[in-house]
């Protein structure tokens, strides 16, 4: 299940598919194609009495659906193949259905090779390239690890890539390559004119077959497939599969709209549900890495969750929405701006913020070292408060910043402390103490489990947790034990329950 659920039922429904990153490593061989007969015999024809089609007028009919042939020959030369030879891997220990299985909702190369020795893998994925001088872009997760990286353009000339820059939060990675000509680019077009229904094309590599292309429509806008706090991809049903990562998606005006990252699958293939990062978000990244080898973003150091209905009647909100603070972490713009655990943020700068997401993106969107104007509902009154957005720290810093004592990171689990204010927000019994779930990761055990934003965690087995440290501490110390489950105590939705939770019990990774 790719989106955290919001209603308690569909929170503990099981989930039933997983999304598939669409790097792949290269296939040794290909399995026969069969043609079938469909068309009717001339024999059943005669004895029918149907008539045959009139060709002679049929081409003279207007063509009903598009040709993209002038299109793709305009543009096949400016997209790649990119091979990345990974770092050398260790031997592969055998795995057994039901044992520990990745802790995110995608497969990133789903190798397969059980060999006694390491050895280096190779794998493939797609790119394209965004300007003459040989600036190409593709995925974070084509070029993850790589030991070396090669790009085999259009014409089979294969050369060496360095990375300019990788962005992990949004799967966007910069190449440069280096000829000596000028080569063939596509331009990025304006993703947020983008409608469902009109029609695209993909072009990629999928499981090593150059230059691919299929054709379909977009589907949907701004869909959040749980792969990160920025997901706002294009739902599209042009087929795409393992190999096609990197690969450009088209408009037929020849400009690229978004970057096919991820499909929706039970079994790893395409069911015609995938998913392209958007243009407008792959400019701006790109721009950030072009110019300084990493991406900037502004952070006000808070954690926060979706506003429920009955929460929101809990509040005293005067409507639905808004990013309810779960937790502040000292020593960062939102702490020193007098934010605090219990409060609603509902615009920044002006504009409406419908969720934690919707709050990630705007405050990511502003300059650090900026102000930004947060309009907030504190004990069911608005007020505003002015913080000054820093830039965010770098993943492994902002690990530190948040504490890693606070992140069962094997559950799938963010923890954060609960406060006096939050036990009667939450319709807790007046006294409780625990810890509050503050982030579920999509895929996880916990969330399987129906853990969600929101709970709170008040004994781990038998024993009684007090506050995020202990829970935490207890959680590891129950892991290490034989059969790794664990009984967990919580209040969800203001009732206690027993949950029971297990390494492994996620979606199968197709």
């Known amino acids: 299940m790719m989106q955290r659920m919001d209603s308690s039922r569909r929170r503990w429904r099981p989930a039933a598919l997983a999304a598939v990153l669409l790097a792949g490593t290269t296939l040794g061989g290909f399995a026969g194609l069969a043609l079938a007969e469909t068309g009717p015999t001339p024999a059943t024809t005669a004895a029918s009495g149907a008539a045959p089609i009139n060709t002679a007028k049929q081409a003279a009919m207007p063509e009903r ?52 020795h390491p050895q280096a893998v190779e794998a493939r994925g797609s790119g394209f390239i965004i300007n003459p001088d040989g600036l190409i872009v593709t995925n974070n997760h084509v070029v993850k690890n790589a030991s070396r990286i090669t790009v085999t353009l259009d014409d089979g000339t294969t050369v060496p890539a360095k990375v300019v820059g990788a962005d992990p939060r949004t799967d966007i990675a910069l190449l440069k390559i280096s000829v000596d000509h000028k080569l063939p680019f596509l331009q990025l077009g304006d993703s947020a004119k983008a409608e469902p229904g009109e029609w695209v094309i993909a072009i990629g590599n999928p499981f090593g077959l150059s230059e691919t292309v299929t054709a379909g429509i977009v589907s949907a806008l701004g869909r959040n497939i749980g792969d990160g706090p920025y997901d706002q991809f294009l739902q599209i049903d042009a087929p795409i599969n393992e190999g ?10 020849g400009k690229v709209i978004g970057m096919n990252t991820a499909i929706l699958s039970p079994s790893g293939g395409s069911i015609g549900i995938g998913f392209a990062i958007p243009s407008d978000m792959i400019r701006k990244i790109t721009s950030d890495l072009q110019k300084y080898g990493h991406v900037t973003r502004g952070y006000i150091g808070v954690e926060a969750q979706a506003v429920s209905d009955a929460m929101s009647k809990a509040l005293g909100l005067p409507h639905k929405g808004g990013a309810l603070i779960a937790a502040v972490e000292p020593n960062t713009p939102a702490a020193q701006a007098g934010l605090k655990p219990g409060d609603v943020i509902t615009t920044v700068n002006g504009a409406p913020i419908k969720d934690p997401r919707d709050l990630a993106l705007h405050i990511a969107g502003i300059k650090p070292g900026t102000d930004a104007k947060l ?18 720290p770098s993943q492994q810093k902002l690990a530190s910043v948040m504490g890693a004592d606070h992140r069962p990171e094997r559950l799938g689990l963010a923890l954060g402390a609960l406060s006096p204010g939050m036990v009667s927000q939450l319709n807790l ?19 399987e489990a129906g853990i969600s934003a929101g709970d709170v965690i ?14 935490a501490r207890a959680i590891e110390a129950a892991l290490h034990k034989p059969g790794q489950a664990i009984a967990l105590r919580i209040f969800h939705d203001g009732q206690p329950a027993f949950v029971a939770l297990k390494l492994g019990a996620k979606p199968g990774n197709g």
């Open 65 to 116: 659906l598009p040709s993209f042939t002038h299109l793709v020959a305009q543009v096949k030369p400016a997209v790649v193949s990119v091979t990345n030879y990974l770092k050398q891997q260790p031997a592969a220990q055998p795995q057994m259905p039901g044992g520990p299985q990745l802790p995110f909702p995608f497969n990133q190369f789903p190798f397969n090779q059980m060999v006694p």
């Open 244 to 253: 096609n990562s990197g690969g450009p998606l088209l408009t037929q005006d």
């Open 375 to 392: 309009s907030i509902i504190r004990d069911g009154k608005p007020t505003v408060i002015e913080a000054k957005v820093a830039e965010m």
């Open 429 to 447: 019994p007046e006294g409780t103490d625990g810890a509050l779930v503050t982030g579920v990761q999509p895929g996880s055990p916990a969330q």
């Open 458 to 471: 008040v004994g781990v087995g038998s024993a009684p947790v007090h506050n995020p440290v202990e829970a």
